[in-house]
């Protein structure tokens, strides 16, 4: 295997500027190519800035360098020696102090610094999931402002740049991103909405923008890869597998629906709240106030049983719930699970040792795996994200991939589920907006006593 063109490409232009984005689509490679440059600057201080999450998947990035005739173990060596990896969270600390204010009154305020270990000089900073610094006012963002001035060469990683809510462009996000990458490329928040906002909302934040401003700014600054343009991919199927509602569960769902909460022992006071318990019943489970859950048997079960007791080779399964997780991992034992933070390698036991079920949670799940030996992808609940599924359909279909994947969608009849999935495959956010729109609306009923 070889190092590919845009991937060569993007290490060369490392050398040439001291900033750059590389505004690489998820799949096409995007660590390597910093991998790469590393090789290539035996000795170099680099320190690479990821979500926690994604610290494992840097490691077993270096380690696959093998598998390319590019790269030798002893450069690879050199490799794990010249990178720090750390997360956002982990590259400063935070004090609070006593401050008096006019009126006399003391106030606690929180001051963040820099610590020491990262405070120094590198000669590659790279910043992976470089979206999630877009944010002008959030500690993230000011966080690695700071920090880029100890940098010779700042490189960010991201193929959502300025993906907002509902798949809208939220071009606010270049702000901190290209504030780290190039310092004084946007001065102020201030420049930022007078030169790139055309339109603001009543709180004061970007409602539309100079789209050909902003795109000119991502274009100045970095390299735009998408997946289908370096590689023919192999083909997809998606199939939505209909799935009955527990006898037990369709109760309470139709209770909940038509106000009758109280006797399950929730109190919903929005919508969105009522739509997360419908949601939890589709699963077969039933989240209390008093965080006691009660458990209805789910036909969902079944149907995953089918699919994997039905398919040869690897599977992939992504939830929402962590209890639709754990009891899934505890159901097949050849399984293993991703919740929460991930930073270990767990999952090198289904991509490289005899495990075969890889489970995971959207959030620690969609992001950094690269699952090129799985074709078979399971959503036992669906994402209310369009974006996070795309990103979680990239695990499996990437560039590597040389077989056929399948996405299959649990879905149980007659449920908010069958909208979502819909919406979601159609590129569109599960809002609020959305709930309103299928009669997701808080509706209590005057004769519930219970």
């Known amino acids: 295997m070889r190092l590919a063109e845009h991937q060569a490409l993007g290490s060369s232009m490392i050398d040439c500027v001291d900033a750059v984005a590389l505004w690489y689509q998820a799949g096409t490679g995007k660590t390597l190519t ?5 090789y290539r600057h035996p000795g170099s201080d680099v320190l690479v800035v990821c979500p926690a999450s994604l610290i494992g998947s840097w490691k077993a990035e270096i380690d696959g360098m093998s598998r390319f005739e590019e790269y030798n173990e002893q450069g690879i060596e050199f490799v794990r020696d010249s990178i720090t990896i750390t997360s956002y969270e982990k590259i400063y600390s935070t004090k609070t102090r006593e401050v008096r204010k006019r009126n006399g009154e003391i106030a606690k305020k929180r001051e963040h610094t820099l610590k020491p270990e990262v405070a120094k000089h590198w000669d590659l900073i790279a910043v992976d999931e470089a979206h999630g610094i877009g944010n002008h006012s959030s500690v993230r963002c000011k966080m690695m402002t700071r920090l880029s001035p100890y940098a010779d060469h700042r490189v960010i990683l991201t193929g959502t740049p300025v993906t907002g809510g509902g798949g ?14 190039q310092p004084g490329t946007i001065p102020t928040w201030t420049y930022f909405q007078s030169h790139y906002v055309t339109k603001l909302d009543r709180f004061g934040n970007p409602r539309e923008y100079n789209e050909p401003a902003c795109e000119e700014l991502m274009h100045r600054f970095g390299i735009f890869v998408r997946l289908d343009s370096i590689v023919d991919m192999p083909e997809t199927t998606e199939t939505i597998v209909p799935v009955p509602m527990g006898r037990d569960a369709k109760v309470a769902y139709d209770d909940i629906c038509h106000g009758r909460r109280r006797k399950w022992g929730i109190i919903v006071r929005a919508a969105g709240s009522q739509f997360a318990k419908l949601y939890q019943l589709c699963s077969g489970s039933l989240i209390r106030d008093g965080a006691e859950t009660l458990e209805f048997p789910c036909p969902k079960d079944d149907a995953l049983d089918d699919i994997i007791n039905g398919t040869d080779g690897k599977i992939l399964i992504f939830t929402r719930f962590r209890a639709s997780l754990k009891k899934i991992v505890a159901r097949y034992p050849d399984s293993v699970g991703l919740d929460g933070d991930r930073d270990g390698d767990e999952w090198l036991q289904v991509t490289e040792g005899d495990k075969r079920i890889l489970v ?14 799985i074709t078979t992808t399971v959503f036992y609940e669906p994402t209310l994200s369009s974006l996070e599924l795309d990103q979680a359909k990239a695990r499996t279909h990437r560039r590597g991939q040389t077989n056929r994947c399948r996405y299959l969608y649990l879905s149980t009849e007659g449920s908010i589920e069958e909208d979502c999935i ?6 569109v956010d599960v809002t609020n907006a959305k709930m309103s729109e299928w009669g997701i609306i808080l509706n209590d009923d005057p004769d519930d006593d219970s």
């Open 34 to 38: 910093v991998l790469d440059w590393v």
């Open 168 to 181: 809208r462009c939220d071009y606010s996000k270049l702000y901190g991103q290209l504030n780290f990458l």
């Open 360 to 373: 995971a949670q959207y959030q620690c799940g969609c992001t950094g795996l690269n699952l090129q030996c």
């Open 422 to 427: 819909k919406s979601v495959i159609q590129g």
